[in-house]
T-cell receptor, first 112, second 110 residues
Framework: NAGVTQTPKFQVLKTGQSMTLQCAQD?????MYWYRQDPGMGLRLIYY???????DKGEVPNGYNVSRLNKREFSLRLESAAPSQTSVYFC???????????FGPGTRLTVL | SQQGEEDPQALSIQEGENATMNCSYK?????LQWYRQNSGRGLVHLIL?????REKHSGRLRVTLDTSKKSSSLLITASRAADTASYFC??????????FGQGTELSVKP
């Protein structure tokens, strides 16, 4: 039981490049989330998917897109990376939206 | 804006002492959760307390919730060096989204 997995673990991009962060969970959870964490700050919700087939914006969605590919997978795409998107990105899942969330190990992204 | 705010931002104690962290929030909630984050790792869920509960225990953890004051506290008893981490409270917003506070950095010295 791997829980929540994220790829890649580290990534360096140049301004304007695009990339997709992958997330998968094997706990048959309905809800999935993408957060970013910046130094000295808590987690801020980028997008979430309450159930397969639905996605909604969180607190900081600008510059990002998401796809809930199936029940297991939820990807986050940066179309044109900016230095302000340098951050640690966490994916999480939960059985239902009000339940405890399980987090992946994070992706450390640097945009030069 | 952040729904939950932790206090203090940083706490340094000796092994064996108790650590208390507080969380205040602004709007009505269904539940409040506490998470731990070790350096460089993802968050780990510690405990969930529902709005109709006043106190909850899990091992060395004790969480209280005062909905009239919109506040919660996390007490870690007999702390260990391994408890060194950041601790976050999270409250549920509309739609079931969690809103995290900025966290309390706990350092437990051997």
């Amino acid at each position: 039981n791997a829980g929540v997995t994220q790829t890649p673990k580290f990534q360096v991009l140049k301004t304007g490049q695009s990339m997709t962060l992958q997330c998968a969970q094997d706990m048959n959870h309905n809800s999935m989330y993408w957060y970013r964490q910046d130094p000295g700050m808590g987690l801020r919700l980028i997008y979430y998917s309450a159930s397969e087939g639905t996605t909604d914006k969180g607190e900081v969605p600008n510059g990002y897109n998401v796809s809930r590919l199936n029940k297991r997978e939820f990807s986050l795409r940066l179309e044109s990376a900016a230095p302000s998107q340098t951050s640690v990105y966490f994916c999480a899942s939960s059985a239902l939206t009000y339940n405890e969330q399980f987090f992946g190990p994070g992706t450390r992204l640097t945009v030069l | 804006s952040q729904q939950g705010e932790e206090d203090p931002q940083a706490l340094s104690i000796q092994e064996g002492e108790n650590a208390t962290m507080n969380c205040s929030y602004k709007t009505s909630i269904n539940n409040l959760q506490w998470y731990r984050q070790n350096s460089g790792r993802g968050l780990v869920h510690l405990i969930l307390i529902r709005s109709n509960e006043r106190e909850k225990h899990s091992g060395r953890l004790r969480v209280t919730l005062d909905t009239s004051k919109k506040s919660s506290s996390l007490l870690i008893t007999a702390s260990r060096a391994a408890d060194t981490a950041s601790y976050f409270c999270a409250t549920d917003a509309a739609g079931g989204k969690l809103i995290f506070g900025q966290g309390t950095e706990l350092s437990v010295k051997p």
